[in-house]
């Protein structure tokens, strides 16, 4: 464990379904991301989170819709997929921006 | 044996023999610069990490070099092992972007 969880560790969804993916730190750090990892590519920020504010969101479609209730979790609504929205989906948590990131060990979505 | 070169999607070393995987940087402004490795299944794990006023850096087994001249960051991994064989990410963070930049990721496979 390396102190981020996400769940659930795969998920299968419809493209007219809404799911939610979460993540969990408690290495008490002020910053949370979300990735998106596919295939040959590099990894892809798509959100950041820092002391619970949202401070960056990377031109991702409004049917991805991050949320941080506290500095322990975040969660990635999603609905309306598509099949290209396929991925592994990583969760991250930094003390600070100009630090390294954890890891979780991230969702593997299949959109069907 | 070693490979030295520009960067390669995958690299094909003998056990015990070292390993060197290459990244080059974007920005010159990047004064964090760090090594992350990927098993299957897994997140991106941290490694070792340099700051960019330093040209070098040890850890066990691993040493990451940093030229900024040439904006080109390497890591060795000493007398490569099976349980190297993973995806090795370099990452670049700076100051004015506050944001962990994902290099290519280099595929590295160790034959026993």
């Keep these: 464990e390396t102190g981020v969880t996400q769940t659930p560790r795969h998920l299968v969804m419809g493209m007219t379904n809404k799911k939610s993916l979460k993540c969990e730190q408690h290495l008490g750090h002020n910053a949370m991301y979300w990735y998106k ?7 892809e920020l798509m959100f950041v989170y820092s002391l619970e504010e949202r401070v960056e969101n990377n031109s991702v479609p409004s049917r991805f819709s991050p949320e941080c209730p506290n500095s322990s979790h975040l969660f990635l609504h999603l609905h309306t997929l ?28 299949t959109v069907v | 044996g070693e490979s030295v070169g520009l960067h390669l999607p995958t690299l094909s070393v003998q056990e015990g023999d070292n390993s060197i995987i290459n990244c080059a940087y974007s920005n010159s402004a990047s004064d964090y610069f760090i090594w992350y490795k990927q098993e299957s299944g897994k997140g991106p794990q941290f490694i070792i990490d340099i700051r960019s006023n330093m040209d070098k850096r040890q850890g066990q087994r691993v040493t990451v070099l940093l030229n900024k001249t040439v904006k080109h960051l390497s890591l ?3 007398a490569t092992q099976p349980g190297d064989s993973a995806v090795y990410f ?4 700076s100051l004015d972007t506050g944001k962990l930049i994902f290099g290519q990721g280099t595929t590295l496979q160790v034959k026993p």
């Design chain 1, 37 to 43: 990892q596919s295939a040959k590519k590099p990894l």
């Design chain 2, 76 to 78: 060795q991994i000493a």
């Design chain 1, 82 to 109: 598509q099949p290209e929205d396929s991925a592994l989906y990583l969760c991250a948590s930094s003390q600070t921006a100009n630090y390294g990131y954890t890891f979780g060990s991230g969702t593997r979505l």
């Design chain 2, 90 to 93: 370099c990452a670049e963070n």
